[in-house]
């Protein structure tokens, strides 16, 4: 694995991001204001090749200041804690200390505003570029990497996180909220990983009680392509894109907002499992049990119901069995 204080990477964007993804003149938000893609053709045929992209200009300054705004309060007062939403991403969750690398799930939860941004339109649209009509929003997220000793984001795929059971076309829009780069923890991919399967992963330091996995074998680090941006760009990635973040050196937090769109998954075409994920036993799964159990899943099926949009609710009851599956093997743990 990478160890962020012995490497220093000397690649950027600017060395190894193809010369005709030159930054948009027309900001990516006033494209889609006006009705505009959002994406060059160019761009789209590298995230096919590439498995993801960066981009400057997507959300507005306002947009940016009004996102951070909101994101910071909920930290501040720990959203979604009992449930289970607000988490320490990568290291032990017991409430006994603070969070080395806070995350809060599902964010919009607790703050509706969120989906009414013009950063959340143009992510819609821009999703539909990329899936299709099918695609939907399928959650947020957001992360605050503390000053001066947040630690590194380990090198994972998404979808090892996922039901095995299923097959997933997704992606995630990760937009900082500041200005970031290799010093507060940018985002880093490994090219052309979203075309094989998913990678062997493990617990990280093999320890269950740790929710973040990291990607132990099969890639080399020296493929990687460093997209530091300011605030309000964004990059986007694959469920199996292979990605990381350094740590945090500067002295301000690093603030990250994500959105989730994906086409409804499907049931596997070929049976896989992933064992790093059936000894998982963290703090945050014990909350979250505990909150189902004390009414909290009608909570969630109201969540589910009010995030459906009337077009799916004939396959409601496929994502309701879906997530019923997934509440079943958190409670066998």
Known sequence: MLNYAEETVTGTHEKTIDPALAPSATPRWERSEAGQSILTAQERAYFEENGFLRLESFASPEDVAEIR????????????????????????DDDSEDASLPQIIGPHNFARHLQKTQFFKNASTLAEELLGPEVRFGNDHTLMKPAVNGPATPWHQDEAFRNPSYDYNEISIWMPLQDVNQVNGCMEFIPGTHL?????????????????????EGYNLADRVVCDLPAGGCTIHTGRTLHGAGPNRSNGPRYAYVLNFAVPPVPAKTPRSFPWLEGKS???????????????????????????????YGKLAANMKRKAHNALNMFKR
């Open 196 to 216: 094989r399967e998913i990678l062997p992963h493990r617990s990280l330091n093999d320890d269950p009680k740790v929710h973040v996995l990291e990607c132990n």
């Open 69 to 92: 705004a909101v994101v910071k309060a909920l930290f501040e007062k720990k959203a979604g804690f009992a449930e289970g939403a607000h988490f320490n991403f990568a290291g032990h």
């Open 282 to 312: 963290t703090a945050r799964q014990q909350r979250m049990k505990e909150w189902l159990w004390r009414g909290g899943l009608f909570i969630e099926t109201w969540r589910t119901l009010r995030n459906t949009e009337w077009r799916d």
